[in-house]
Nanobody
Framework: QLQLVESGGGSVQPGESLRLSCAAS????????IGWFRQAPGKEREGISC????????KYADSVKGRFTISRDNVKSTVYLQMNSLKPEDEGVYYC???????????????????WGQGTQVTVSS
């Protein structure tokens, strides 16, 4: 069972930035497509961004397009989610998920991933 660990969450004010990291315990992420999901209180979990194993393909939900950037460093076996211009509606628990590389690469659907981290809390409040 793959173990994913998210980090970088915290509490910020609207307009500020955070960078989340997703790393693997005991294995390399290099052969996995990675997705970032978030779950706001009282809402279903939604896919917000994903990146292919090579890093050559990325996708974003409309709600974060232009503000969030997903990237990966396969030397460090880590995937990042840079979140800028944070809004209160971005608040929630953020999860990363992994899917062994596929073609086409995994997208923003939860059922495309079978390995999940425990999540990291992001709070956006003035």
């Amino acid at each position: 069972q793959l173990q994913l660990v998210e980090s970088g969450g915290g509490s910020v004010q609207p307009g500020e930035s955070l960078r989340l990291s997703c790393a693997a315990s005991g294995f390399s992420l290099n052969y996995y497509d990675i997705g970032w999901f978030r779950q706001a209180p009282g809402k279903e979990r939604e896919g917000i961004s994903c990146i292919s194993s090579s890093g050559g393909s990325t996708k974003y939900a409309d709600s974060v397009k232009g503000r969030f950037t997903i990237s990966r460093d396969n030397v460090k076996s880590t995937v990042y989610l840079q979140m800028n211009s944070l809004k209160p509606e971005d608040e929630g628990v953020y999860y990363c998920a992994a899917s062994y590389k596929t073609f086409p690469a995994a997208g923003l659907g939860e059922n495309e991933y079978n390995n999940w981290g425990q999540g990291t809390q992001v709070t956006v409040s003035s």
